[in-house]
């Protein structure tokens, strides 16, 4: 069955440092990947998403990530985060599983940003 | 504008007395689900649904139902609460569930349960 591992659980940065968050899957086959973005006490939104073509694609909010199908990766970049970027963040990979898609997260990494 | 609405949004209270917590789209999409949400586990899903009278487990859905008679509403209903159902949830919607489909799913703001 499919599964997702994300890195880091917890991250803290200065503003301006650079961020890179880990995120590996399991299945080897067509995989659709996303990253989904939790602020404080809000819903989950889209970061960004990548299904198939250039395997680096942008996001809202300056956020990047980078696909590497030889690595099982899917690793969220932004090269100078902000103190608003303070959120959690999931890695959700789509599984084709009984003629339907289903989305498997990860665990999330809570990223803590200080002034 | 296009939202998935969930209510309540806080909800306390005690083991055995049933609940039901709406979920509601307005984007007129076929495929709806429900995920709890626990520290350290991400996001899981518990029931889904492919449209209208069609549902489905996901992958904990103990002591939880589900109904979809209108493409719009996907309630979620614990029948007997108990305390391992304090949890973060959220309904999920996109256009189709359709396998090799690309579609986003979007999601509602949250219920946070707490059973006593």
């Known amino acids: 069955a499919q599964s997702v591992s994300q890195h880091n659980h917890h991250v803290i940065l200065s503003e301006a440092a650079s961020l890179e968050l880990g995120c590996n899957y399991s299945?080897?086959?067509?995989?659709?990947l996303f990253w989904y973005v939790q602020y404080p006490g809000q819903h989950l939104q889209l970061l960004l998403k990548?299904?198939?073509?250039?395997?680096l694609v942008k996001g809202i909010k300056g956020f990047e990530a980078e696909f590497i199908k030889s690595k099982f990766s899917f690793n969220l970049r932004k090269p100078s985060v902000q103190w608003s970027d303070t959120a959690e963040y999931f890695c959700?990979?789509?599984?084709?599983?009984?003629?339907?898609?289903?989305?498997?997260f990860g665990a999330g990494t809570r990223l803590a940003v200080h002034p | 504008e296009a939202q998935v609405t969930q209510n309540p949004r806080y909800l306390i209270t005690v083991t055995g007395k049933k609940l039901t917590v709406t979920c509601s789209q307005n984007?007129?999409?076929?495929?709806m689900s429900w995920y709890r949400q626990d520290p350290g586990l991400g996001l899981r899903q518990i029931y889904y649904?492919?449209?209208?009278?069609?549902?489905d487990k996901g992958d904990v859905p103990e002591g939880y139902k589900v109904s979809r008679k209108e493409k719009r509403n996907f309630p979620l209903i614990l029948e007997s609460p108990s305390p391992n159902q304090t949890s973060l949830y959220f309904c999920?919607?996109?256009?189709?569930?359709?396998?090799?489909?690309?579609?986003?799913?979007?999601f509602g703001p949250g219920t946070r349960l707490t059973v006593l």
């Open positions: 299945y080897g086959g067509t995989v659709n």
């Open positions: 959700a990979v789509t599984s084709f599983s009984g003629g339907y898609n289903k989305l498997i």
């Open positions: 990548y299904f198939s073509g250039d395997p």
């Open positions: 999920a919607s996109s256009s189709t569930g359709l396998a090799g489909g690309t579609d986003t799913q979007y």
């Open positions: 984007m007129n999409h076929e495929y």
């Open positions: 649904s492919m449209n209208v009278e069609v549902t």
